[in-house]
């Protein structure tokens, strides 16, 4: 199987620990963790993807939004460089070991921030990264 992320939650994946919108958000989030965790490869899409599935019955979800396609550029052109290879829809990746420890790195270090400015999960996401990433749900493969 293949997990479908938009760029931006290629970041957000590295400090995810079971906090979110709403529980049925955390629920889907929790199966997506350990389906990655699993080594299940990531297609790259544009727009709402399999996280951001629970939101789509809402009246105005962030995820059809400006400001997450912005967030998406940002990612896609900082792990792009990061990794050395451009992220675009249909991109495929496979999280391993190597690719999650540079992630978390890169994202520590602030070299992958730029598209979390803005973002209301921006300060639990730096606590996160702060102590080490213990607790996170996607777990070093």
């Known amino acids: 199987m293949t997990v479908r992320l938009r760029s931006h939650h290629l970041l ?16 889907n989030y929790d199966v997506i963790a350990k389906r990655l965790g699993r080594g299940e490869d990531i297609l790259i899409v544009l727009g709402p993807d399999d996280i951001c599935q629970p939101l789509l019955s809402e009246v105005d979800p962030h995820c059809r939004r400006d400001s997450a396609a912005a967030r998406d550029e940002l990612a896609a052109r ?7 290879r451009p992220i675009r829809a249909g991109a495929r990746l496979s999280l391993d070991a190597a690719m999650l ?18 973002c209301e999960w921006a300060s639990l996401c730096t ?12 777990p070093t493969l």
């Open 101 to 118: 420890a540079g992630l978390r790195a890169a994202f520590s270090a602030g070299v992958t921030r730029e598209a979390c400015q803005g």
């Open 12 to 27: 957000c994946l590295l400090t995810y620990v079971g906090k979110g919108y709403s529980a049925a958000f955390v629920a």
């Open 127 to 138: 606590t996160v990264a702060a102590g080490g990433y213990r607790d996170v749900r996607v």
């Open 78 to 84: 900082d792990v792009g460089k990061l990794l050395g």
